[in-house]
């Protein structure tokens, strides 16, 4: 097993930012998140059911003297963002960095000149939401020192336009919704038409794996876009604002054979949230594995957005021992799987999955923890 100790980022964040700038004046530590069920759904209008990571993004930030972000990123280096004009000459890797002061600029929030340390404890690329949680982080710290109170669906929204609209993601509103309000042994139901969120405690006795492949994907490379793209055209012929609203059988009708796999998807797994919810709700497992099985099937045959590795890494959780359920997770392609586990199983089930997983070149790595609290802010 290869697991990243929750906590190592903020250790080495705070001793980096200490040498090289100060005390901070602000710290922030955001969440990934892995979703259970309820992919692809979110800017469809439709219910998600996420859950906060224990790994996270950790941002040391001090106020400074001048008109810039003076940014260091472990892994990365180091770049200077201008307040004026934070977009210009910026590095690929601090865009969205550089996003996050344009959104503020642009929504009439100041943003004072600051010295940001940046690490992380997140795989990078593997579907658990690092882009959101850095950015959650970079808008956490930067109100903070601003002297802004903003509210968890404010400042998710802030980040979707980051990636919407400066990093160039249709992505949806899930992920920086949960990294923002998430609460610690709860997955966090959203109702994505009216960002309404529910709260519901997961049995002490289940744990979340979440199984990297050691597979990478770009969102940015199209084939997020296609699928949201004829998501909205599968809409458009049905005669709905979305496909929330879209009746099964009138899907089955859509002449266009790819609209209406894609379309097929995002309606059966609105129900499936709502079924598993109603099975972690009763401890049902019987019914927690059949629809997380569903689930995986539906991205893979008519979302296509499963991959060979991932296919490899959910045969091999759903065969591991104390497995409740497993299937692919994130906007697919390659990345992740998540799998709910007895928590009295986990060491014999990371094995397992090692064990059992082949992918070519590529190595497993898996991490299990309960769910954990969105983001934190301490001064």
């Given at each position: 097993?290869?697991?990243?100790?929750?906590?190592?980022?903020?250790?080495?964040?705070?001793?980096?930012?200490?040498?090289?700038?100060?005390?901070?004046?602000?710290?922030?530590?955001?969440?990934?998140?892995?979703?259970?069920?309820?992919?692809?759904?979110?800017?469809n209008d439709g219910y998600v059911a996420p859950v906060a990571l224990a790994m996270g993004t950790t941002v040391a930030a001090s106020r400074i003297t001048g008109d810039h972000l003076?940014?260091?990123?472990?892994?990365?280096?180091?770049?200077?963002?201008?307040?004026?004009?934070?977009?210009?000459?910026?590095?690929?890797?601090?865009?969205?960095?550089?996003?996050?002061?344009?959104?503020?600029?642009?929504?009439?929030?100041?943003?004072?000149?600051?010295?940001?340390?940046?690490?992380?404890?997140?795989?990078?690329?593997?579907?658990?939401?690092?882009?959101?949680?850095?950015?959650?982080?970079?808008?956490?710290?930067?109100?903070?020192?601003?002297?802004?109170?903003?509210?968890?669906?404010?400042?998710?929204?802030?980040?979707?336009?980051?990636?919407?609209?400066?990093?160039?993601?249709?992505?949806?509103?899930?992920?920086?919704?949960?990294?923002?309000?998430?609460?610690?042994?709860?997955?966090?139901?959203?109702?994505?038409?009216?960002?309404?969120?529910?709260?519901?405690?997961?049995?002490?006795?289940?744990?979340?794996?979440?199984?990297?492949?050691?597979?990478?994907?770009?969102?940015?490379?199209?084939?997020?876009?296609?699928?949201?793209?004829?998501?909205?055209?599968?809409?458009?012929?049905?005669?709905?604002?979305?496909?929330?609203?879209?009746?099964?059988d009138a899907v089955n009708t859509l002449s266009d054979p790819l609209l209406r796999r894609r379309a097929r998807h995002v309606v059966?797994?609105?129900?499936?949230?709502?079924?598993?919810?109603?099975?972690?709700?009763?401890?049902?497992?019987?019914?927690?594995?059949?629809?997380?099985?569903?689930?995986?099937?539906?991205?893979?045959?008519?979302?296509?957005?499963?991959?060979?590795?991932?296919?490899?890494?959910?045969?091999?959780?759903?065969?591991?021992?104390?497995?409740?359920?497993?299937?692919?997770?994130?906007?697919?392609?390659?990345?992740?799987?998540?799998?709910?586990?007895?928590?009295?199983?986990?060491?014999?089930?990371?094995?397992?999955?090692?064990?059992?997983?082949?992918?070519?070149?590529?190595?497993?790595?898996?991490?299990?923890?309960?769910?954990?609290?969105?983001?934190?802010?301490?001064?």
């Amino acid at each position: 097993m290869e697991a990243t100790p929750a906590g190592d980022a903020r250790t080495r964040v705070l001793t980096r930012h200490a040498a090289t700038v100060g005390t901070p004046h602000v710290i922030v530590n955001a969440p990934g998140r892995v979703n259970l069920i309820g992919e692809h759904t979110d800017y469809n209008d439709g219910y998600v059911a996420p859950v906060a990571l224990a790994m996270g993004t950790t941002v040391a930030a001090s106020r400074i003297t001048g008109d810039h972000l003076r940014v260091t990123a472990a892994g990365f280096g180091d770049t200077v963002i201008n307040l004026a004009d934070p977009m210009r000459d910026v590095p690929e890797w601090a865009q969205h960095i550089a996003g996050c002061v344009a959104v503020c600029a642009h929504h009439g929030k100041d943003v004072v000149a600051s010295a940001l340390t940046i690490d992380t404890d997140l795989p990078v690329g593997a579907g658990v939401s690092s882009s959101a949680a850095l950015e959650i982080a970079v808008l956490s710290a930067l109100a903070s020192l601003a002297g802004h109170e903003i509210t968890p669906t404010a400042i998710a929204r802030l980040a979707q336009k980051v990636e919407n609209d400066w990093v160039g993601v249709p992505s949806g509103i899930m992920d920086p919704l949960v990294i923002a309000g998430a609460r610690a042994g709860h997955v966090m139901v959203i109702d994505c038409a009216d960002l309404t969120m529910t709260h519901t405690p997961i049995n002490d006795d289940i744990t979340i794996a979440v199984l990297d492949t050691g597979t990478r994907r770009r969102l940015a490379d199209g084939a997020y876009g296609d699928r949201r793209d004829a998501c909205e055209r599968a809409a458009a012929t049905l005669g709905v604002a979305s496909l929330r609203t879209a009746d099964l059988d009138a899907v089955n009708t859509l002449s266009d054979p790819l609209l209406r796999r894609r379309a097929r998807h995002v309606v059966t797994e609105n129900a499936r949230v709502h079924q598993l919810m109603a099975a972690v709700a009763d401890g049902d497992t019987a019914t927690m594995r059949a629809v997380m099985a569903a689930g995986h099937a539906s991205l893979r045959d008519d979302f296509e957005v499963s991959s060979p590795a991932l296919d490899a890494i959910v045969t091999s959780a759903v065969a591991a021992p104390g497995c409740v359920g497993a299937r692919m997770t994130g906007g697919g392609f390659a990345g992740c799987a998540v799998a709910l586990v007895h928590r009295e199983a986990t060491a014999a089930f990371t094995t397992a999955v090692l064990d059992g997983y082949a992918s070519g070149d590529h190595r497993a790595r898996v991490w299990c923890g309960p769910p954990a609290a969105g983001v934190t802010i301490s001064t």
